[in-house]
T-cell receptor, first 118, second 117 residues
Framework: NAGVMQNPRHLVRRRGQEARLRCSPMKGHSHVYWYRQLPEEGLKFMVYLQKENIIDESGMPKERFSAEFPKEGPSILRIQQVVRGDSAAYFC????????????????FGPGTRLTVL | AQSVTQLGSHVSVSEGALVLLRCNYSSSVPPYLFWYVQYPNQGLQLLLKYTTGATLVKGINGFEAEFKKSETSFHLTKPSAHMSDAAEYFCAVRTNAGGTSYGKLTFGQGTILTVHP
């Protein structure tokens, strides 16, 4: 049973380019969360998605960042016109759909994508 | 709004000594509390969690934590440190969102644990 998969693991971009980060949740999971870990800081929530819907994007920067989780395929975090301040580790987590009485409160994390902006 | 404070960004212990990593939280509703461990250049692995019921929670690798509502704390302990415990540890809080259990995690700043031979 594969865990949460993220690719690429490392991504280098020059200022002004676009970065696309992919996340495949665990099998059977329909909820995806993205977090960002800046150097010397803890993880900060960015966005929470279900299939084809953004549920909570309160942690997303207002500009240049977008996320999607299509009906088919992985979730994508997209950063347009990257700047040096975007350099960070981006983690994806997933959780299963809620069932009555089920303990669906654990988020399982992927290995992260480390973005470096030159 | 919820928040998490981890006291001590770095903790150093000798192998075999007690490990104590402190976590205090702020939440307006009953929280779910988590401890995660992160090894260098890896993702986060769940150590243990508190949702409801017994306030002393046992996790993997010999770790445990106790939820103390009166102190708003969820400190992580391990009786005897091992070299392999060296890592960064994150405490996190989560509140139910709209009656479901899908709420986002709010993390503390992290505590780097160093274990000396």
């Amino acid at each position: 049973n594969a865990g949460v998969m993220q690719n690429p693991r490392h991504l280098v971009r020059r200022r002004g380019q676009e970065a696309r980060l992919r996340c495949s949740p665990m099998k059977g999971h329909s909820h995806v969360y993205w977090y960002r870990q800046l150097p010397e800081e803890g993880l900060k929530f960015m966005v929470y998605l279900q299939k084809e819907n953004i549920i909570d994007e309160s942690g997303m920067p207002k500009e240049r960042f977008s996320a999607e989780f299509p009906k088919e395929g992985p979730s994508i975090l997209r950063i347009q016109q990257v700047v040096r301040g975007d350099s960070a580790a981006y983690f994806c987590a997933s959780s299963p759909p809620g069932l009555a009485g089920a303990r669906t409160d654990t988020q399982y994390f992927g290995p992260g994508t480390r973005l470096t902006v030159l | 709004a919820q928040s998490v404070t981890q006291l001590g960004s770095h903790v150093s212990v000798s192998e075999g000594a007690l490990v104590l990593l402190r976590c205090n939280y702020s939440s307006s509703v009953p929280p779910y509390l988590f401890w995660y461990v992160q090894y260098p250049n890896q993702g986060l692995q769940l150590l243990l969690k508190y949702t409801t019921g017994a306030t002393l929670v046992k996790g993997i690798n010999g770790f445990e934590a106790e939820f103390k509502k009166s102190e708003t704390s969820f400190h992580l302990t391990k009786p005897s440190a091992h070299m392999s415990d060296a890592a960064e540890y994150f405490c996190a809080v989560r509140t139910n969102a709209g009656g479901t259990s899908y709420g986002k995690l709010t993390f503390g700043q992290g505590t780097i644990l160093t274990v000396h031979p």
